[in-house]
């Protein structure tokens, strides 16, 4: 069965897991904002699969992917 917990949950876990770490709930925020990180919502809540979270983690995407996701300005004439 997943793991899965809410935002705060989520940084609570890895605080507890390593506590040194720099991970903060805005940033995991900002992750699921874009799209970067897939969630559940129930409500107003997010839920994260903790599994796909260190997934991330430990594979995060290259720049070229994260040119690819963020679009593409253009001159405004």
Known sequence: MARMR????????I?????ESCISEWWI????????L????AGNRHILDMEA???F?????????????SGV???IT
């Open 29 to 36: 925020r900002q992750l699921v904002k874009s799209d970067k």
């Open 53 to 55: 979270l260190e997934k």
């Open 38 to 41: 897939k969630c559940h919502k």
């Open 73 to 75: 300005l253009r001159k």
């Open 15 to 19: 605080k507890q897991d390593d506590p």
């Open 57 to 69: 983690l430990k594979n995060p995407p290259t720049i070229e992917e994260v040119k690819q996701l």
């Open 6 to 13: 809410t935002i705060k949950q989520a940084v609570q876990q």
